[in-house]
């Protein structure tokens, strides 16, 4: 679809070069175009023969090298531009820059707009012909950038509505051959170009009905070519640029086709559909005034002069019917993108479905509100707008209530029937079956029944004024309604199911009513055929079975045959049972009841085979090390690099013995052959993949590992836990396996590994800090072990030597915390776990500047040369934030604490600062979430895991205390947070 617009634009702007260039007053024009074509006949230019005249180039160069010099030769130079055009360019790029050429427009306050515009003409050619040569490349980029920083006042001179609009259009048409240069040329134009100074608004509101290529398709066509040849950063920083694209949706409604149906799919595709663009952003673009100007187009009947001479009504349009209703369809396609899609549209899922105190759709609301049920895409669209967000089944379908009245009309059946269409299409069940909390039942009432049809007219539906035929179409989408609550009984819990039996009784209609219009239809139907007849009184009965079936009260007496009651009564029994079996067995009651037994059974499978394979894996690693204890010549080449081919660099118990086994060969053959066919830091698939190279080429000697390497064989999973989680009292030099745990890594081996791997020639400085490297090394900092702290410093060492050379964003704030924790860093403490926490997660973002944490934290760093590691770490000023995104600030406060606290020293800390009162205070007051409160509760088992921590919050900061508060408060919040203390309790 992109290289299809793609072809569009360049299409559309051949258009532009074939279109008239009358760029000076007629008089003018014709008096340079005949001294031109003399002039080209007295040197024998003849197009055929494809030849250049070398004073053509020539005294062009002289015009761009002697200011004042006459624009005959530029208008000379224009003409044999469309004879010969690749040949002279490709001369002129020999004989002089693209910062020459652009000195044209030196003088240009001095110049007329009528001789700009042919200077602009003859740039923009210029420009047309070398934008396919890569030989031309650096002269087409310098003349960009000279044109677009320097010149600027002169596109702006240019672009005054005082001017004449092909005066206009040649700054246009020179601002879109810039920008089809590529991502690189749309940069610069968002760099130097004031788009407020550019009267843009103005642009897009001047027509020429007599030209297809007028101002306003200038200017709609300059922007296209800016999404199409910008990159997604270039995209959403014209999106974020206010009132460019947002000016050109009034007025869509009387353009041409061929512009409509361009400007949409460009957007379609390169704004909707891009993911680097926020949703708050396209909202932003997308709002009710954009969204109603664009759904103006289903009612399209060709261009006009100006939107004052639209009108709404088709038969007034001369337009063919097919070129209307491709119009219709675009628009339609493109507001169904925008407005029914969560990922790349504007819908925000609302959780609660329209029953919460928030309108999470409102845009959407307003567009709704805007829509006549009469257009066939007006219906569409709504359909597929409530399907995609239910929550405007409460916010919108009010608004539409006359409509729904019933009453004698193929109209109101027509809404009938799109309301059942829209309610079936909903699949409530599935929907519901998402949902927890205290408001599924105020959701499942939402599915049942809209809001807008009340008592009032569920009485009217069944008045004896009504005749049968309404009642009957009323009855059956009633019907529908009740057996959709009834399936979706099955998804409630028996307390839910209860409520929700009961407020359903209060909303569904009295089935008196209901028999009483049965009685009073049966009086109706003598002239009704006998088959619509049985029909009708069948849909009658069907729904008083379903409504006694369902509320449990008694049929209300009506005169029918008993047979028809007893074969209703039991295909009713029978349709109900084989949808309860039906259920059961579907995907909703799958997961709602009976998590697939496949599935289960599958993972179980899994999970004994892995038990299975590592126990197997211990077992004969442990063999291998009782072998080579006896007998170290097995320590051969080749089993050294199977056990590295196995080894996964974990404190597992079968990779401590592997270390165990590598560390014995290490210190028992200190031959050099040997010790240069092997590498250590070959293991896992690194070490598969060096084995299986060197059975095939035969060579003994070991390829170096580099840092890249070892980095790719480091599961990044696995790298945030060991850091997460980091081994505080784990010794670097150790004769046996008593820390067993295969969720992390070692850092006995990854220390050592980093330690000579950094002195590589070559590092990738960005690659180590996103791979999460940098901060396994600061989270060592923290270790109790004085040689684990001693190796982690070393290497932050060579890495802050390493940064010099090397050029990448962040370098001299990177450089800056190194130096930091290097002057803060003591050989005989170890740095708090709070701090080193706090700043693996600060490297994490570092290379995303815009991060508002990042920003937070970076401030903090440069105001403190020496950090006080006796405090945590900006504690009150993000968890007591009053800025709008005080939310972040908290949430990123408190994982800190979660993760930070590992050591009693870290308590000491918290206690120091009054941090456990603050954070206790927190919880589920009016200032939390329920995200903060769950987070409160990790906080403290995470505390309690520590030795002696937890007696000591008991003891001194009245966690007991906090723990009956929780357990008096009956929120399902507090609840999980109860439920998380338990084990608080337990772990003490």
């Not at 009032?456 to 309404?470: I, P, R």
């Not at 999970?607 to 291998?624: D, G, M, S, W």
């Amino acid at each position: 679809m992109f290289f299809v617009i793609i072809g569009k634009v360049l299409r559309a702007y051949e258009g532009y070069k074939m279109a008239s260039r009358t760029f000076t007053s007629t008089r003018r024009r014709a008096d340079i175009t005949a001294v031109s074509r003399q002039k080209l006949q007295d040197n024998n230019y003849h197009s055929r023969s494809n030849s250049i005249p070398l004073s053509v180039v020539a005294d062009f160069l002289r015009a761009v090298r002697e200011p004042g010099t006459s624009f005959t030769a530029l208008q000379q130079f224009l003409d044999a531009l469309d004879l010969n055009g690749e040949k002279l360019t490709s001369d002129l790029t020999r004989h002089t820059s693209g910062a020459e050429i652009a000195t044209l427009l030196n003088d240009a306050q001095k110049l007329k707009a009528v001789d700009i515009a042919l200077i602009f003409a003859v740039l923009e050619k210029i420009i047309l012909m070398l934008a396919s040569d890569s030989a031309g490349e650096s002269f087409v980029m310098e003349l960009a950038e000279e044109l677009l920083s320097k010149h600027g006042k002169t596109f702006y001179y240019m672009l005054k509505t005082t001017n004449k609009s092909n005066q206009i259009k040649s700054a246009l048409k020179l601002l879109i051959a810039l920008a089809t240069l590529g991502n690189r040329s749309v940069k610069l134009i968002l760099t130097h170009f004031s788009f407020p100074s550019s009267n843009m608004s103005s642009l897009v509101t001047r027509r020429n009905t007599v030209d297809p290529q007028d101002v306003r398709a200038c200017t709609i066509h300059f922007i296209i070519a800016m999404l199409m040849f910008g990159d997604s950063v270039s995209v959403r920083m014209l999106v974020e640029t206010k009132g460019v694209l947002a000016s050109f949706f009034p007025g869509l409604v009387v353009d041409r086709s061929e512009l409509i149906h361009l400007f949409l799919s460009t957007l379609l595709d390169r704004v909707v559909k891009n993911m680097a663009i926020s949703k708050t952003t396209k909202i932003l673009l997308f709002n009710q005034t954009s969204l109603k100007q664009i759904s103006k187009l289903f009612l399209w009947s060709g261009h006009k002069k100006s939107e004052k001479e639209f009108v709404e009504d088709e038969a007034l349009s001369t337009v063919i019917l097919e070129e209307r209703t491709r119009v219709k369809d675009m628009a339609l396609h493109f507001l169904t993108e925008v407005c029914s899609s969560s990922k790349f549209g504007i819908v925000f899922q609302d959780r609660a479905f329209g029953t919460g105190p928030k309108n999470c759709n409102h845009v959407l609301t307003e567009l709704l509100r805007t829509m006549s049920f009469s257009s066939p895409y007006h219906r569409q669209l709504a359909k597929t707008i409530l399907i995609s967000a239910p929550d405007q089944l409460i916010h919108f379908l009010p608004s539409w209530k006359p409509g729904f009245v019933p009453r004698e009309s193929e109209k109101w059946k027509g809404m009938m029937g799109w309301l059942s269409a829209v309610y079936g299409e909903l699949h409530a069940p599935s929907r519901l079956a998402k949902i927890t909390g205290p408001s599924r039942v105020q959701c499942a009432l939402a599915f049942f029944l809209p809001s807008c049809i009340d008592s009032e007219m569920l009485t009217e539906g069944f008045a004896d004024k009504q005749s049968v035929e309404v009642s009957f179409v009323f009855l059956k989408f009633l019907y529908g309604c009740l057996l959709r609550a009834y399936k979706m009984c099955f998804l409630l819990n028996p307390n839910e199911r209860k409520d929700y039996v009961r407020l359903l009784s209060q909303r569904a209609v009295d089935p008196q009513l209901v028999a009483s219009c049965y009685e009073s239809a049966r009086a109706k139907m003598d002239q009704v055929e006998a088959e619509r007849k049985r029909i009708i009184e069948e849909q009658f009965v069907r729904y008083l079975l379903l409504d006694s079936t369902m509320f449990e009260r008694d049929i209300p007496a009506v005169q029918i045959e008993a047979s028809l009651m007893e074969e209703l009564s039991q295909k009713m029994e029978e349709e109900l049972a084989s949808f309860e079996t039906e259920f059961v067995h579907s995907k909703e009651g799958m997961e709602v009841f009976q998590p697939s037994r496949d599935k289960v059974e599958k993972k179980i499978r899994e999970k004994e085979r892995q038990v299975a394979a590592e126990r197997l894996r211990t077992q004969t690693a442990q063999l291998l090390l009782h072998l080579v204890e006896r007998s170290s010549e097995l320590l051969n080449v080749k089993l050294m690099d199977l056990l590295l081919s196995s080894y996964g660099g974990t404190l597992s118990e079968a990779d401590q013995t592997i270390l165990c086994i590598l560390r014995r060969s290490e210190s028992t053959n200190t031959s050099e052959c040997f010790s240069s066919s092997i590498s250590y830091s070959a293991f896992g698939k690194i070490g598969q993949k060096l084995q299986q190279r060197r059975e095939r080429s035969g060579v003994d000697l070991a390829r170096e590992v580099t840092l890249a390497e070892f980095m790719e064989g480091l599961q990044t999973s696995t790298l945030q836990r060991t850091v997460a989680e980091f081994p505080v009292r784990l010794p670097l030099n150790r004769s046996n396996a008593e820390f067993i745990d295969g969720r992390i890594y070692d850092p006995a081996y990854l220390l050592p590994n980093f330690f000579n791997l950094l002195h590589g020639p070559k590092i990738n400085v960005t690659n180590f800090i996103e791979s999460g490297c940098l901060g396994f090394l600061v989270a060592a900092l923290a270790s109790l072990d004085k040689g684990i702290r001693g190796a982690a410093c070393a290497c932050l060492k060579i890495l802050e030597d390493k940064i010099d050379p090397t050029h990448f964003k962040g370098k001299e704030q990177l450089r800056y915390i190194l130096q930091m924790i290097r002057r803060a860093s003591n050989a005989d403490k170890p740095w708090p776990s709070l701090w080193t926490t706090m700043l693996h997660r600060f490297f994490l973002m570092m290379l995303d500047s815009r991060n508002h944490m990042y920003q937070i934290i970076m401030e903090f760093l440069l105001t403190k040369p020496m950090p006080n590691l006796d405090s945590v770490p900006e504690f009150y000023k993000l968890f007591e934030s009053g800025n709008l995104t005080h939310v972040k600030e908290r949430t990123f406060m408190l994982e800190v604490l979660r993760d930070g606290v590992r050591h009693y020293s870290d308590f000491e800390i918290c206690s120091r600062t009054h941090v456990w009162e603050l954070v206790m205070s927190l919880c589920n007051s009016p200032l939390s979430t329920p995200a903060h409160s769950h987070l409160v509760t990790e906080v403290f088992l995470a505390a309690s895991r520590i030795p002696f921590v937890g007696r000591a919050l008991v003891k001194s900061h009245g966690l007991f205390t906090w723990l009956a508060y929780q357990l008096s408060c009956p929120s399902e919040d507090v609840q999980i947070n109860v439920n998380g203390q338990r084990d608080v309790e337990e772990k003490m």
